[in-house]
């Protein structure tokens, strides 16, 4: 920030952190107001950013490496790139469709630990609803499985929160989203 006759200049380099969490913010707004199966809002969301980003790229490093899975890896090099991170996950509320999505013929036959599909499409919504938002701003954003998955084994979105998603948010000349190898 420079002062230059009685105002302020404003380097657009100084404004990008607090420029991704308002953006980011803005997402998850757009995620609560998506629509919702049933008109039930099941859809918990929160931003991530400091020391909790290098916790969350850490916890992805561990689950890739118990997995067997480098995309994990290559994703977290990329969280460490972001300026915050969106999440957005489902409680697990059977919807009482009785629809057979989930694979159980009503919903009192689902087994508890299985999602309701209801939820799950509740969670696609929202998702497509912030990176909409955040396109809109022409930030760069990526939806990761992987950091999604990392944020639920770190209880980020509090307990009996599951199907978690993740969205990096950068401010940069080059998305490091793009060229991830």
Request: hydrophobic share 40%.
């Amino acid at each position: 920030m420079t002062r230059k006759r009685g105002g302020m200049v404003y380097d657009e380099r100084d404004t990008r952190k607090a420029q991704a969490l308002d953006i980011a913010q803005k997402m998850l707004v757009a995620a609560r107001t998506a629509p919702k199966g049933k008109g039930v809002d099941v859809v918990e969301c929160a931003v991530v950013d400091g020391d909790d980003l290098e916790a969350l790229a850490r916890a992805m490093e561990v689950i890739g490496q118990e997995r067997s899975h480098a995309f994990f890896l290559r994703d977290a090099n990329c969280v460490r790139q972001s300026l915050c991170v969106a999440l957005v996950g489902t409680l697990t509320k059977p919807q009482g469709l009785n629809c057979g999505y989930c694979g159980s013929s009503t919903c009192a036959e689902k087994p508890q630990e299985a999602p309701c599909e209801i939820n799950a499409v509740d969670v696609g919504i929202a998702l497509g609803a912030a990176v909409s938002r955040a396109q809109a701003f022409g930030v760069d954003t990526r939806i990761m499985f992987s950091a999604g998955q990392a944020a639920w084994k770190l209880g980020l979105l509090g307990e009996g929160v599951g199907q978690v998603y993740a969205i990096p948010v950068s401010i940069s000349s080059k998305s490091p989203f793009f060229d991830r190898g």
